[in-house]
């Protein structure tokens, strides 16, 4: 079966109505101690790519603004081949993301909502990283993740994910770089079979980049050309 295009942001006449933004430092700094502000401000619209800047400002509390936005009561998907064309900032501290969360995060929370990041990337590194977060059979936070290398971020790339009932398939450019099996819920894995809506964002500081953070290099912006997303059938 051949894929579908049944969902789109092409980003050509601003920001598509399926979008919700959240504002705010979350809790805990979005649960990972991140530094910045969220504000709906800066994500923007320019040259047909959807902009989100983070900078160097004090609001809110916080040293840093930036932007995060989720298709969460608007659009959610159960498999397919979610994927976006994107070209990302470096810079220490820096961490953007294109990622999924489970639609029941709001009962369940999380990890037992899962997880599935599609692209996330830190600071200056070559490359990108592809992983889930679950609850497993004991309750117990669980990952899975690899990275591949990617020489020039700054450039626009493709990553995407295929997923269906037995397999969630990483891929930059159409290379296929990570595989995990969720057939029958293995390892607790059965969260992956439900409806998951997309998150687009980038961090400042925060667990994973450090709070490090390399000034210069703000305002520094994520530019997506597209968020895509088909199905089988």
Same mark, same amino acid.
């Given at each position: 079966?051949?894929?579908? !295009? &049944?969902?789109?942001?092409?980003?050509?006449?601003?920001?598509?109505?399926?979008?919700?933004?959240?504002?705010?430092?979350?809790?805990?700094?979005?649960?990972?101690?991140?530094?910045?502000?969220?504000?709906?401000?800066? *994500? *923007?619209?320019?040259?047909?790519?959807?902009?989100?800047?983070?900078?160097?400002?004090? $609001?809110?509390?916080?040293?840093?603004?930036?932007?995060?936005?989720?298709?969460?009561?608007?659009?959610?998907?159960?498999?397919?081949?979610?994927?976006?064309?994107?070209?990302?900032?470096?810079?220490?501290?820096?961490?953007?993301? $294109?990622?999924? !969360?489970?639609?029941?995060?709001?009962?369940?929370?999380?990890?037992?909502?899962?997880?599935?990041?599609?692209?996330?990337?830190?600071?200056?590194?070559?490359?990108?990283?592809?992983?889930?977060?679950?609850?497993?059979?004991?309750?117990?936070?669980?990952?899975?993740?690899?990275?591949?290398?990617?020489?020039?971020?700054?450039?626009?790339?493709?990553?995407?994910?295929?997923?269906?009932?037995?397999?969630?398939?990483?891929?930059?450019?159409?290379?296929?770089?990570?595989? &995990?099996?969720?057939?029958?819920?293995?390892?607790?894995?059965?969260? $992956?079979?439900?409806?998951?809506?997309?998150?687009?964002?980038?961090?400042?500081?925060?667990?994973?980049?450090?709070?490090?953070?390399?000034?210069?290099? /703000?305002? *520094?912006?994520? /530019?997506?050309?597209? &968020?895509?997303?088909?199905?089988?059938?």
């Amino acid at each position: 079966q051949d894929y579908n !295009l &049944v969902w789109q942001d092409e980003f050509d006449d601003g920001i598509g109505p399926d979008w919700v933004f959240e504002t705010g430092m979350g809790y805990n700094g979005w649960g990972n101690n991140e530094l910045q502000y969220y504000r709906r401000e800066n *994500a *923007a619209v320019e040259n047909g790519n959807l902009v989100i800047t983070a900078k160097h400002e004090n $609001f809110g509390g916080a040293q840093y603004t930036s932007a995060r936005m989720k298709t969460q009561g608007r659009k959610s998907f159960k498999y397919g081949k979610i994927e976006a064309r994107i070209a990302l900032p470096s810079g220490q501290g820096l961490w953007p993301a $294109f990622w999924m !969360l489970g639609n029941n995060i709001t009962s369940v929370s999380w990890p037992a909502c899962g997880e599935i990041d599609i692209m996330s990337r830190i600071n200056n590194a070559l490359q990108t990283h592809g992983t889930i977060h679950w609850s497993d059979q004991n309750g117990d936070h669980a990952s899975y993740g690899d990275d591949v290398g990617v020489s020039d971020p700054g450039q626009y790339h493709i990553y995407s994910v295929e997923w269906d009932a037995n397999s969630i398939k990483w891929f930059v450019d159409g290379q296929q770089f990570n595989e &995990v099996d969720i057939s029958n819920g293995v390892n607790g894995t059965g969260e $992956f079979q439900n409806e998951f809506f997309i998150l687009l964002n980038m961090a400042v500081g925060g667990d994973w980049p450090g709070f490090d953070v390399d000034q210069s290099k /703000l305002p *520094a912006q994520m /530019l997506v050309d597209y &968020v895509r997303v088909y199905q089988k059938g």
